[in-house]
C-alpha cells in the first residue's frame, strides 16, 4: 500500500506516491496558476494526484490515505484551509472539493511548513529524535515544531509560526501586520533586500561585478559569492544576516531545546558556508550554554521532497 503527500505552493502542485519506506516512487506536477477559483486549483490538484498514480502504476484502491501541504492557516478538525492570501483561499472547504473529486475516503491537510518538518523528522535530518525544529529560509521564514514525535499545532491549528516572532522591538514592517518579525531580517527576501542596500551605499562592492553591474540579479547567493570572493561589503552583509538568524535561533533553543534545528530553503542551501559561523554565534548567545547536551544545528537532506513526505505522513 501506499501514501499520496501533495506539496501545494503559489507557483507549482507536486504530487508524491511515498511508500512504506518514505521514499518517493512517482510524481506528477500541474500549474497552480492562481488568482483562480479554488475549485479550478482542487481540479488540479486531483490531476496531478492522477499523474502520480498512473506514474506509479496503481489505482485509488492501492492508495492508504492522501495529505496535503497547504500555505496558510488549517482547522484539520473541520477539513478547512481558513486563509491563504497567496492562493486566494478564505474558509476554503478542502476536505470536501478533494473528496469528491479523488473518491478516497482519508484526506488530511496540514501547513506546509508543517509538512515539511515532519518529512525531515522521519526521512531526513531528524530521523530518529523526538524533538525537532525545522526552519525554511526562503520567501519568508517558515518553520515546524516536533515535541516527542508530535507536531505541535496549538488550539487553533496555528501553532510554530516562528518566523513572525518579533526580534527588534518597532523594527521594520511585516506583511503580517507587526513590526520587526524575524522574517523580515532572516528570510531570502531580507537577504536580497539587505544585499541591494548595501550595494547602493558601496559601489566598489564585488558584488557589482557577480550581477554584471543589474542589481536586479541580486539573489540570496549573491552576498555568499561575494564573501568568497573576500569583498569586505559581501562579508559585513553575511556576517548581519548570521546574526539575526542566530537571533531567531537561540530563541528556538532557549524555548524548546529540541534535539536538531533542521536549516532549509534557499539560502540553506549555502550549507556550511552558513551553519558553521551560525553555530558559533548560536553557541555564545543560548541559556543553556554549559549543558553537556547541546541543539545540533544541521542542513536539511530532503529538499522540495521534505514537503511531499511529511503530507503524506499527516495521517500517522
Not at 550554554?289 to 511529511?310: C, Y
Request: aromatic fraction near 6%; charged fraction near 20%.
Amino acid at each position: 500500500m501506499y501514501r499520496i503527500g501533495v506539496d501545494l505552493g503559489g507557483t507549482n502542485i507536486v504530487a508524491g506516491v511515498v511508500n512504506e519506506n518514505n521514499k518517493i516512487v512517482a510524481k506528477g506536477q500541474r500549474k497552480t496558476n492562481v488568482p483562480r477559483p479554488a475549485e479550478k486549483i482542487f481540479d488540479d490538484i486531483a490531476a496531478a494526484i492522477e499523474d502520480a498514480m498512473k506514474a506509479a502504476g496503481i489505482t485509488k484502491n492501492d492508495v492508504l490515505s492522501i495529505g496535503v501541504g497547504t500555505p496558510g492557516s488549517v482547522n484539520k478538525a473541520e477539513g478547512l484551509i481558513e486563509f491563504a492570501n497567496n492562493l486566494g483561499f478564505d474558509n476554503t472547504p478542502a476536505l470536501r472539493l478533494l473528496t469528491e473529486r479523488t473518491g478516497i475516503g482519508r484526506i488530511y491537510f496540514d501547513n506546509d511548513a508543517n509538512c515539511a518538518a515532519l518529512g525531515e523528522a522521519v526521512a531526513g535530518c531528524g530521523k530518529g529524535v523526538k524533538n525537532f525544529v525545522a526552519i525554511t529560509l526562503g520567501t519568508g521564514v517558515g518553520s515546524g515544531i516536533i515535541v516527542n514525535g508530535k507536531l505541535v499545532t496549538g488550539c487553533n491549528y496555528a501553532a510554530g509560526e516562528m518566523g513572525h516572532m518579533v526580534i527588534v522591538y518597532d523594527g521594520e514592517q511585516c506583511n503580517c501586520g507587526r513590526k520587526g518579525c524575524w522574517e523580515r531580517y532572516s528570510s531570502a527576501t531580507a537577504l536580497i533586500a539587505q544585499t541591494k542596500d548595501a550595494m547602493r551605499k558601496h559601489y566598489d562592492s564585488k558584488m557589482w561585478q557577480i550581477v554584471d553591474n543589474d542589481i536586479s540579479k541580486v539573489n540570496g547567493r549573491t552576498a555568499f559569492d561575494g564573501m568568497r570572493m573576500g569583498d569586505p561589503t559581501a562579508i559585513a552583509v553575511v556576517d548581519k544576516y548570521v546574526a539575526m538568524l542566530a537571533c531567531g535561533v537561540g530563541n528556538i533553543i532557549n524555548t524548546f531545546q529540541p534535539d536538531v534545528i533542521c536549516v532549509g530553503g534557499g539560502v540553506g542551501n549555502e550549507g556550511e558556508n552558513l551553519l558553521t559561523p551560525l553555530r558559533k554565534v548560536v553557541s555564545s548567545e543560548i541559556y543553556s550554554i554549559h549543558a553537556k547536551k547541546q541543539t545540533q544545528i544541521l542542513p536539511a537532506e530532503l529538499g522540495n521532497d521534505a514537503g511531499i513526505i511529511g503530507a503524506a505522513l499527516l495521517d500517522e
